[in-house]
């Protein structure tokens, strides 16, 4: 007789909503993004720290934490890094044997709907990284919050209550300054929708080029060089692009990124927007 397992639906459905969120590299690169679904017994399913959007299945890459010491410290109107940090700690439980570390951006899924996208979106990168992002966001998107740049954790999960105001909406979008998108909702069917309409709403305005990821060495060789002369345009740079290696010790994360860069240089260029790198 099989061991019984819990949270067996919503494990299920988190694995399809990470499936469905991560589906195009051009939605999220390496393992970059995050999803979450909150339960009816005050729980909260997210995708593990470190695994791909793509990978999360019903039996891996799920994270099981409870809301209640992450609502009593985000509930004040300020709150330190140490009781975040302490309160995500106390928050994991064991999901079916499994005890996995939760997302970084635990804190800020805690206090949106029901269930949370975070992309790092090219098209929402394209216009959160350029110099005007702040007008085309309001002009594009009035009824979504712009959210200055922070560092995952502490800082995001900061900048993101201050945005929010106090506002307790059910659904919502927000573009985060050189680090993708956030939607939620009440179903992980409408934050992906969510993010979808936001995504061909840039796509369409700006008459954006497809993405595709850079196949030849020569192309590899040139974006890694202009990158290595450039400022910091997104915080997957800012996180991965460091120290980059020669082009033939390029392993598929990486080519992700670097291929995100290129793409979004070239189409700021070409539309003739100026980016507004990550100081």
């Excluded at 009593?72 to 996995?100: C, D, M, W, Y």
């Excluded at 985060?176 to 909702?185: E, I, K, P, T």
């Excluded at 927007?273 to 990550?278: F, G, K, R, T, V």
Aim: some cysteine; glycine content about 6%; aromatic content about 8%.
């Amino acid at each position: 007789m099989s061991e019984k397992k819990f949270y067996e639906k919503e494990s299920k459905e988190l694995a399809e909503f990470s499936a469905a969120a991560g589906i195009s590299t051009a939605l999220t690169q390496g393992a970059g993004g995050n999803v979450s679904i909150k339960t009816a017994d005050g729980n909260m399913l997210i995708k593990a720290s470190g695994f791909r959007m793509r990978e999360v299945s019903p039996d891996n890459g799920i994270s099981l934490v409870s809301l209640a010491p992450l609502n009593k410290v985000l509930g004040n109107l300020s709150f330190t890094e140490h009781q975040l940090s302490s309160a995500i700690s106390e928050s994991v439980r064991p999901l079916n044997g499994s005890l996995l570390k939760p997302s970084v951006e635990t804190g800020f899924h805690s206090m949106l709907g029901a269930a949370v996208l975070h992309q790092h979106s090219i098209y929402a990168n394209f216009i959160s990284s350029c110099s005007s992002s702040a007008s085309l966001i309001a002009e594009l998107f009035p009824k979504a919050y712009f959210v200055p740049f922070a560092m995952p954790g502490y800082e995001l999960c900061l900048e993101i209550k201050k945005a929010l105001n106090g506002t307790s909406a059910a659904a919502g979008l927000l573009f985060l300054q050189n680090h993708g998108l956030v939607s939620y909702a009440d179903s992980a069917e409408e934050a992906v929708n969510i993010a979808n309409n936001a995504n061909e709403k840039i796509i369409r305005h700006f008459r954006l080029p497809a993405f595709h990821l850079l196949e030849s060495r020569k192309d590899i060789r040139q974006a890694i060089d202009a990158i290595k002369e450039a400022k910091t345009l997104t915080l997957d740079q800012l996180l991965y692009c460091s120290s980059m290696p020669r082009s033939e010790s390029i392993n598929g994360d990486l080519l992700e990124i670097i291929s995100a860069l290129s793409w979004l240089h070239a189409a700021m260029r070409d539309c003739g927007l100026s980016p507004a790198y990550i100081s």
